[in-house]
């Protein structure tokens, strides 16, 4: 990201300003850190030459993609100064691209400016253009920003849109609101995907505000509360206009804005900012329930069991409303580990709902019930509890409520109980990963007396989920002969294209060249070659919401997409094309389950000895193989590691100069990511499964998970307690499967139990 300089902060809070494009103008976000250049007054701003430099710009865009930005930056540096033409204009761009994602934009704006004078190509002058203005912008030299911005504009770019918006960033920042507001309906106009558009008309509306124009203000912000907008974006919509309409006194429209928010978006933190409000707080058409629930569901915990209590303390309250505030105060004691208050409440709950009342909080009462009794040691409980959600008509969890007294009656070594649930949850399950796990629960049930009937499970089960986790797990127990070869992929595109054709038909030449003629992928690919990556994965991102429904057209987004560089569109378009169907070839698997930084992989997993597929499955579900990605828990890069685990590896590696932002270099990622699994690895003695768990729920809770399932694999998976992990160890194991499969290590999907 790049950062806005003091000027333009000053700016921010002199006046209305459009925040939310200031982010459109940083080039990316994460941005690694690179040598420090050494401009002259006249010179390019570059890395020092070191004598004998060879020029590999090939070689230059590898390491930065691996990690080693200083190698690459050395290579750039020397195609500058020792290079052709050719080489010195790609250093050029190359190295003003980086420093302007790094936010130095002092030198990208020099090193881009001696790029233009040596004039490169139309397409590569105009991209220059963009950034250019971009980074004139954050040091906020809003004259030199709007000459590149309009010079952009008249060269024909596709991404005029976005200069318009820049255009309006600078003419707010100087207060020329009119001018400002124009500019955004200029880029409206040409084109935004739906985030964008968002923040476009949230700053209109601001303008609108900053001008008195209250009526339009109030309209821009009524559009973005519909129902094709985003939950976020609607729920700030109404939090923006509640704000608006209490400022110009239109005290009934504020309230109906803030308990509309309170009501449709309880989840998102506005909702809370709402309820704190003196209108929202003495509003009557605020209930106690919405208050309560808010509180809720924003872990307010006192707060929430003080009002769910008045709620039961009220003589107005009816039955169900008493049963619903009993069954929130079942999960607030479990939050405060008060769990034989928390059987009262959900018995309580249970006694209010009488059949047919309200059947899905009768089967969520009866579920949480369970699982207490599950925690206490009374499984004898526990199974007739999970037994009895399945019974309930509506039940959400009336499937998992069989499969699971089914489990627990399992491990009690109750075998014939447990077959007769799982039958249940066969007949019941309403998709074809839960069929799955119904049969492969059946097939080990009848394994140890009738080996006929555990074959036909087992095969149902592969058929009801071929490419799941267990459909995989079937598959190699009915038939373990599926491994190895010799790593040679099979197939190729064209092998793709039959496929495709045999399942829908020849593909429409017209369609696919009008959408890649068309102006959101130009838009798309102008922003990704200047290094705007942010806005141009929005626009990639929205594109394949529009695709979805066209298979072919699906597949050459996730071809094209992938030829780019972009791996973490490519891989979702091609998955969404694969899992349709129960027999996707081995080539677009490929583009599923991409060797991104295959080389640093191989050399990493060899060294703490597990298969490079393994890490790669797992860097797929950490990131999707994007090396800035931060997790809300503040894990970095694409193995997510968090600082305080990446600061117990630097010290056992001997990492001494390692900062929580070599994270983000793809090599420091994947060995540290390596590092971790081997270890785990170790600890739990190869076991892949718990080591996964371990990974993302941490050693001992895989320990304990370990401990309760006997050391049994099936049973540890069923056994973890956290969903997330749980889902995570299904996830990387699904991908190491069909990794395997797709790059030739095994003859067909399938996963040893």
Avoid at 219 to 233: E, F, H, I, V
Avoid at 337 to 353: F, G, R, T, V
Avoid at 434 to 463: I, M, N, P
């Amino acid at each position: 990201m790049t950062f806005l300089p003091h000027a333009v902060r000053s700016l921010l809070r002199g006046g209305v300003f459009i925040i939310a494009f200031a982010a459109v103008w940083g080039c990316s976000d994460g941005a690694a850190p690179g040598s420090t250049p050494t401009p002259t007054d006249s010179g390019p701003a570059i890395s020092p030459v070191a004598s004998g430099t060879v020029i590999d710009l090939a070689l230059a865009e590898r390491l930065y993609y691996e990690g080693d930005f200083e190698g690459a930056l050395a290579i750039y540096s020397a195609a500058i100064e020792n290079g052709d033409e050719g080489e010195r204009q790609a250093g050029l761009w190359a190295i003003a691209q980086i420093q302007a994602g790094d936010g130095e934009n002092d030198d990208a704006e020099r090193n881009l400016r001696l790029l233009r004078e040596m004039s490169p190509d139309t397409k590569t002058d105009r991209q220059a253009l963009l950034l250019l203005a971009s980074v004139e912008f954050a040091q906020a030299d809003l004259d030199e920003g709007r000459a590149a911005f309009e010079a952009y504009l008249e060269s024909g770019g596709p991404a005029a849109s976005y200069a318009h918006l820049g255009l309006a960033d600078i003419e707010s920042a100087e207060g020329n609101a009119e001018a400002a507001l124009s500019r955004i309906v200029e880029a409206l106009a040409a084109g935004l995907p739906a985030s964008a558009e968002a923040e476009a008309i949230f700053t209109q509306a601001a303008l609108y505000e900053a001008e008195e124009d209250y009526d339009s203000a109030s309209a821009a912000l009524s559009g973005l509360t519909d129902s094709s907008r985003s939950d976020a974006t609607a729920a700030e919509a109404l939090w923006r206009r509640g704000n608006l309409e209490a400022s110009r006194g239109d005290e009934n429209e504020a309230r109906l804005m803030y308990r509309t928010l309170i009501r449709r978006y309880p989840e998102f933190a506005r909702a809370l900012d709402a309820l704190n409000t003196p209108l929202a707080a003495a509003d009557p058409g605020v209930s106690s329930f919405d208050r309560a629930f808010v509180y809720f569901v924003q872990r307010s915990n006192d707060l929430a069991l003080a009002a769910f209590e008045g709620i039961l303390a009220s003589p107005a309250t009816g039955t169900v409303a008493a049963a619903e505030a009993h069954y929130y105060l079942g999960i607030l004691s479990e939050r405060f580990s008060l769990y034989d208050e928390a059987l009262a409440h959900y018995d309580a709950a249970i006694a209010l709902l009488s059949p047919g009342l309200d059947d899905p909080l009768r089967g969520q009462s009866t579920w949480d019930r369970a699982t207490v009794l599950e925690l206490q040691g009374d499984i004898d409980g526990a199974i007739a509890g999970f037994a009895e959600v399945g019974e309930i008509p509506g039940a959400e969890l009336a499937g998992e409520g069989t499969f699971r007294a089914g489990l627990l009656a399992y491990n009690l070594g109750r075998v014939s109980e447990a077959i007769t649930h799982w039958t249940r949850f066969s007949q019941v399950a309403a998709s074809g990963d839960e069929r799955a796990r119904a049969h492969y629960w059946l097939g080990l049930a009848h394994q140890g007396f009738d080996s006929t009937r555990a074959g036909e499970e087992f095969a149902a089960a592969a058929a009801a989920d071929p490419l799941g986790y267990y459909g995989l797990v079937a598959a190699a127990t009915i038939d373990p002969t599926f491994c190895c070869l010799n790593g040679d992929p099979p197939g190729n595109a064209a092998d793709v294209e039959s496929w495709l054709r045999s399942h829908v038909g020849p593909e429409d030449a017209t369609a696919r060249n009008e959408f890649f003629a068309g102006d959101p992928w130009r838009r798309a690919r102008e922003l990704h070659e200047a290094s705007l990556s942010g806005r141009a994965d929005d626009e990639f991102r929205e594109m394949l919401e529009g695709v979805s429904g066209d298979a072919w057209l699906l597949y050459r987004f996730a071809e094209e997409t992938s030829e780019l560089g972009l791996p973490w569109i490519s891989t979702l378009a091609a998955q969404r094309l694969a899992l349709r169907y129960a027999d996707p070839p081995p080539a677009l698997l490929r583009l599923v389950y991409p060797r991104e930084y295959w080389d640093l992989v191989q050399v990493e997993a060899e060294v703490n000895g597990f298969d490079p597929y393994l890490l790669l499955s797992m860097m797929r579900q950490e990131s999707l193989y994007f090396p800035r990605a931060v997790s809300p828990a503040e894990a970095l890069g694409l193995t997510q590691v968090i600082p305080a685990t990446a600061d117990g590896i630097a010290a056992a590696i001997g990492e001494e100069d390692f900062t929580y932002i070599d994270l983000f270099r793809p090599n420091v990622s994947i060995r540290f990511g390596s590092y971790y699994v081997g270890t785990q690895l170790d600890v739990f003695g190869g076991n892949v499964r718990a080591a996964v768990a371990a990974y993302n729920g941490g050693p001992f809770n895989a320990e304990t998970w370990l401990a309760a399932a006997g050391g049994d694999n099936d049973i540890f998976v069923e056994a973890i307690t956290f969903t997330e992990t749980r889902s995570y160890v299904e996830l990387v194991l699904e991908n190491y499967a069909l990794y395997r499969y797709a790059w030739g290590e095994t003859s067909r999907p399938a996963l040893s139990p």
